[in-house]
């Protein structure tokens, strides 16, 4: 019975700490705080929140783990199964294999927080990555360049977070690039829409 007891006292903590990331229960969070947690994350990493808002319902329709039992993007889930698609897609933003450094592949699966701030934080590289394929990379290859005249986009300007979400789940052919800016360079008051011009 002591060593039962030992072997509790061990174990429980470990059991309460996996709990408490919902990877037993599979638990989403409510609106508002997922909302709230978009807000935070849009501040701390420069990109807009309704953006954010509108990855994770394209990837999940906000969902870490399945709400309800039934088919879902291909496949067949049990309330509460962690939702991954297909072609390996993790969790609320269907975070697919390394897109940034460092990614803790455990925790994308059980922390949707922490999924959440891998799939804003990918955005962002994928924003940044964008104006060094059209400054750098295109010239090299004899593809277009944006101009340099050109300024570089403001992230509150949501047109110009364009190749970021093209580029996703991947990048795309580096001439693509280039003509949405060349586009947006050649009647730059036809795409201006501010972040906080949309509401949810």
């Given at each position: 019975m002591d060593t039962l007891r030992a072997r509790c006292a061990v174990v429980a903590p470990a059991f309460l700490a996996v709990l408490a990331t919902g990877a037993l229960a599979g638990t989403n969070p409510g609106p508002d705080e997922c909302w709230a947690e978009m807000v935070r994350l849009s501040k701390v990493h420069g990109v807009p929140a309704p953006l954010i808002a509108a990855v994770a319902h394209a990837e999940s329709s906000w969902q870490q783990f399945a709400r309800a039992t039934g088919n879902y993007a291909g496949r067949y889930y049990?309330?509460?199964?962690?939702?991954?698609?297909?072609?390996?897609?993790?969790?609320?933003?269907?975070?697919?294999?390394?897109?940034?450094?460092?990614?803790?592949?455990?925790?994308?699966?059980?922390?949707?927080?922490?999924?959440?701030?891998?799939?804003?934080?990918?955005?962002?590289?994928?924003?940044?990555?964008?104006?060094?394929?059209?400054?750098?990379?295109?010239?090299?290859?004899?593809?277009?360049?944006?101009?340099?005249?050109?300024?570089?986009?403001?992230?509150?300007?949501?047109?110009?977070?364009?190749?970021?979400?093209?580029?996703?789940?991947?990048?795309?052919p580096a001439s693509t690039v280039a003509e949405v800016y060349l586009a947006r360079a050649e009647n730059p008051g036809a795409y201006r829409l501010h972040a906080s011009d949309v509401t949810l």
């Open positions: 049990n309330e509460g199964d962690l939702v991954e698609s297909f072609d390996g897609g993790i969790g609320m933003m269907q975070i697919t294999g390394d897109p940034i450094s460092g990614i803790d592949h455990d925790r994308i699966r059980t922390d949707w927080k922490y999924n959440l701030e891998i799939g804003v934080r990918t955005l962002r590289f994928k924003y940044d990555y964008s104006w060094y394929v059209v400054s750098v990379i295109n010239p090299r290859h004899g593809l277009p360049a944006v101009p340099n005249w050109f300024p570089r986009g403001d992230p509150e300007i949501l047109e110009n977070w364009w190749y970021g979400l093209i580029c996703y789940n991947g990048y795309s």
